[in-house]
């Protein structure tokens, strides 16, 4: 019996030593499990604040996001909610600030228009102003987002605008002209007419704006190659049988 003690409490003690290995096994793998579940969940909720921002303008304080994303024609913004407070009477913008809107999977409001004309009129919006690149060619594009988006201050500005008034001038004009001047008696006739220039009242020369005497061949041609983006083609020049100058211009497509 007492030969048998030393052999027994070996055992036991093997058997107390592999129970807390496998304890300690146990509690790293727990440790390890519960570490793994903490950072999905904190990345869960990461994605979950993210989507919430995006989606419904709210932060995890319940306050309202000052940040807001808008994805227009597949081009990303980002911007202040405050850029459209300014504007919460219009109600495409009070949608906008409402989350009554349509929203991409990552949370971004979607606007189905030209995503780089949207860049102007979000400047329009900041600042109040129309900036624009020089030279800028996309009207008809941006009228058409003023009257999309009912601005009416950013359609004005763009009607008032000396560069649209001057293209739209221009789309109204003939392709080719022609101006017949008489050496002698400086008699000017232009053909066909041509938007705000006649000829003058006393038979001499051509009147622009209804104030400007234009009273040498010279003072008109330069009028029509400065003002209305006509280029000279041909000059001929008097004649024994045609005692008239005439000057052939024409526009390039250009200047259309």
Same mark, same amino acid.
């Given at each position: 019996?007492?030969?048998?003690?030393?052999?027994?409490?070996?055992?036991?003690?093997?058997?107390?030593?592999?129970?807390?290995?496998?304890?300690?096994?146990?509690?790293?793998?727990?440790?390890?499990?519960?570490?793994?579940?903490? *950072?999905?969940?904190?990345?869960?909720?990461?994605?979950?604040?993210?989507?919430?921002?995006?989606?419904?303008?709210?932060?995890?304080?319940?306050?309202?996001?000052?940040?807001?994303?808008?994805?227009?024609?597949?081009?990303?913004?980002?911007?202040?909610?405050?850029?459209?407070?300014?504007?919460?009477?219009? @109600?495409?913008?009070?949608?906008?600030?409402?989350?009554?809107?349509?929203?991409?999977?990552?949370?971004?409001?979607?606007?189905?228009?030209?995503?780089?004309?949207?860049?102007?009129?979000?400047?329009?919006? *900041?600042?109040?102003?129309?900036?624009?690149?020089?030279?800028?060619?996309?009207?008809?594009?941006?009228?058409?987002?003023?009257?999309?988006?009912?601005?009416?201050?950013?359609?004005?500005?763009?009607?008032?605008?000396?560069?649209?008034?001057?293209?739209?001038?221009?789309?109204?004009? @003939?392709?080719?002209?022609?101006?017949?001047?008489?050496?002698?008696?400086?008699?000017?006739?232009?053909?066909?007419?041509?938007?705000?220039?006649?000829?003058?009242?006393?038979?001499?020369?051509?009147?622009?704006?209804?104030?400007?005497?234009?009273?040498?061949?010279?003072?008109?041609?330069?009028?029509?190659?400065?003002?209305?983006?006509?280029?000279?083609?041909?000059?001929?020049?008097?004649?024994?049988?045609?005692?008239?100058?005439?000057?052939?211009?024409?526009?390039?497509?250009?200047?259309?």
């Amino acid at each position: 019996m007492l030969e048998l003690l030393p052999w027994s409490n070996h055992h036991v003690s093997q058997s107390l030593f592999k129970r807390k290995i496998d304890h300690h096994i146990l509690c790293s793998l727990c440790s390890s499990h519960l570490s793994s579940y903490s *950072r999905r969940r904190t990345q869960m909720s990461l994605s979950a604040m993210g989507w919430l921002q995006n989606s419904l303008g709210l932060d995890v304080t319940g306050e309202w996001s000052q940040i807001m994303n808008i994805n227009v024609g597949g081009v990303a913004y980002t911007c202040l909610r405050k850029t459209f407070l300014k504007h919460k009477d219009n @109600p495409i913008f009070d949608a906008l600030l409402k989350g009554n809107v349509r929203r991409s999977d990552d949370g971004s409001v979607v606007i189905d228009r030209d995503g780089m004309m949207f860049r102007h009129v979000l400047n329009f919006l *900041r600042s109040g102003r129309l900036l624009l690149p020089d030279p800028f060619e996309e009207w008809d594009l941006l009228l058409d987002d003023a009257r999309f988006y009912l601005l009416k201050d950013l359609e004005e500005a763009i009607q008032q605008s000396y560069e649209y008034q001057q293209r739209t001038f221009r789309k109204s004009l @003939p392709q080719a002209v022609c101006v017949s001047w008489s050496e002698a008696t400086n008699a000017a006739a232009v053909a066909p007419p041509l938007p705000a220039l006649q000829a003058h009242g006393t038979g001499s020369g051509l009147l622009y704006q209804g104030s400007q005497h234009l009273a040498t061949l010279d003072d008109a041609v330069a009028t029509l190659l400065s003002v209305y983006g006509y280029a000279v083609q041909h000059w001929r020049e008097p004649s024994p049988g045609n005692p008239r100058h005439s000057v052939f211009l024409t526009l390039s497509s250009g200047q259309r």
